[in-house]
């Protein structure tokens, strides 16, 4: 009984020491202060900034909407003028002898018989037959420019067609990929030369073309006004497709190269800047767009002159220390 009574209390002691090593294990570990992390990115003091020639400028605020592309042709002046002008003539003939239709009918019937049978039938055969006439020549103005293109609307056709003969208005046939269009056509269709030097011009004046055998796909006809493009020119085409994503406008030359990819600056703080990786695949007009997921913000500052500088001295530290 006196070896058990010894055994327990040993073993009470035992727990005691264990519990006050824990206790002051706990209490030494809250105790130690927590370990700052060093702030990312490149930390200039504003001499530094002086002195590196670092320059900024406010991200300016943009859209970007993905697009489809086609390719096209501009009409020649020929092929609009001839269709037109048989066209015209189609009807004027038709007009013509409509009228002299009735003319026959009203002195054959209403007169008494002024005119004979045979030259009023003769008067009816012959609108039968030019009306045949005008119904063809719809039929090839509509497989050379779809239905209803907008000259045949409104009263327009003079001034269209006077726009397109002085050049003042282009009009483009543009095929897309089988698929690329929705039911319903865009409201805006943007050209640009092939291979050109990146100039736009968009149009809202939108309409289907027919199918063209030798080029499978979705074509469609499209009025642009006040471009320099020449006749028979070759253009590619964009529409937009899907929603406008919102973002920043990149300048291009505060874009540098680095490990493969391409890299801007961004002042996050008063004395450090943060690298940002984008894509360049989005151009705009002088540089680039990025999108809000990238971390860019509309105002934040962009290092536009010295973004090489922050780079080098960021994947080479040893760089700053010697400075």
């Known amino acids: 009984m006196h070896d058990i009574r010894h055994s327990i209390a040993a073993l009470a002691v035992l727990l005691l020491l264990c519990a006050c090593g824990k206790s002051g294990d706990q209490g030494g570990a809250a105790k130690q202060p927590e370990k700052e992390e060093a702030a990312s990115g490149v930390t200039l003091s504003p001499e530094q900034v002086r002195s590196l020639g670092i320059t900024m400028v406010a991200a300016r605020p943009a859209q970007y909407r993905a697009?489809?592309?086609?390719?096209?042709?501009?009409?020649?002046?020929?092929?609009?003028?001839?269709?037109?002008?048989?066209?015209?003539?189609?009807?004027?003939?038709?007009?013509?002898?409509?009228?002299?239709?009735?003319?026959?009918?009203?002195?054959?019937?209403?007169?008494?018989?002024?005119?004979?049978?045979?030259?009023?039938?003769?008067?009816?055969?012959?609108?039968?037959?030019?009306?045949?006439?005008?119904?063809?020549?719809?039929?090839?103005?509509?497989?050379?420019?779809?239905?209803?293109?907008?000259?045949?609307?409104?009263?327009?056709?003079?001034?269209?067609?006077?726009?397109?003969?002085?050049?003042?208005?282009?009009?483009?046939?543009?095929?897309?990929?089988?698929?690329?269009?929705?039911?319903?056509?865009?409201?805006?269709?943007?050209?640009?030369?092939?291979?050109g030097n990146g100039r736009r011009w968009t149009s809202n004046q939108i309409w289907r073309a027919p199918a063209d055998p030798a080029f499978p796909g979705q074509g469609v006809f499209a009025l642009v006004a006040s471009s320099d493009l020449n006749q028979n020119e070759h253009v590619t085409a964009f529409v937009p497709a899907g929603a406008p994503q919102p973002g920043v406008e990149v300048p291009a030359g505060a874009v540098v190269y680095g490990e493969g990819e391409s890299w801007i600056y961004v002042r996050k703080e008063k004395d450090n800047f943060q690298r940002v990786r984008i894509d360049t695949t989005r151009a705009e007009a002088g540089g680039y767009f990025v999108p809000q997921q990238a971390g860019v913000r509309a105002g934040d500052a962009i290092v536009t002159s010295g973004a090489g500088l922050l780079l080098a001295r960021e994947l080479n530290p040893s760089a700053e220390a010697e400075d």
């Open 67 to 195: 697009e489809t592309s086609g390719y096209g042709t501009v009409v020649s002046l020929d092929t609009i003028a001839q269709a037109d002008s048989d066209l015209l003539a189609a009807l004027a003939v038709a007009a013509q002898s409509r009228a002299a239709a009735k003319r026959a009918r009203y002195l054959f019937t209403d007169q008494g018989g002024a005119v004979s049978r045979e030259s009023m039938e003769a008067a009816v055969a012959k609108a039968d037959a030019d009306e045949a006439q005008l119904t063809l020549a719809r039929r090839k103005a509509q497989a050379a420019f779809g239905l209803n293109p907008p000259w045949e609307s409104g009263g327009r056709r003079a001034a269209i067609m006077g726009r397109l003969s002085s050049g003042a208005l282009a009009l483009i046939r543009a095929t897309f990929p089988l698929g690329a269009l929705a039911a319903d056509l865009p409201q805006t269709l943007s050209i640009t030369r092939l291979g």
